[in-house]
């Protein structure tokens, strides 16, 4: 189920990007790379917008 009725993240979701965006900031204050963690951020997103969707079609 969705957060908010604007945005497809599940709370759970919401925290892991909410997690992961520090984790980025972090990694980028230090010079290392985050292309992992942004590809991370992406799938979860892509996902949420997915399932969203698909209930929307219902």
């Not at 996902?47 to 079609?57: L, P, S």
């Given at each position: 189920?969705?957060?908010?009725?604007?945005?497809?993240?599940?709370?759970?979701?919401l925290?892991?990007?909410?997690?992961?965006?520090?984790r980025?900031a972090?990694?980028?204050?230090?010079?290392?790379?985050?292309?992992?963690l942004?590809?991370?951020?992406?799938?979860?997103r892509t996902?949420?917008?997915?399932?969203?969707?698909?209930?929307?079609?219902k």
């Open positions: 189920m969705a957060a908010t009725s604007k945005d497809p993240h599940n709370v759970r979701e925290a892991r990007v909410v997690v992961l965006g520090a980025i972090r990694r980028e204050a230090r010079g290392k790379r985050t292309k992992a942004e590809n991370e951020v992406e799938r979860i996902k949420a917008q997915a399932r969203e969707d698909a209930k929307r079609k």
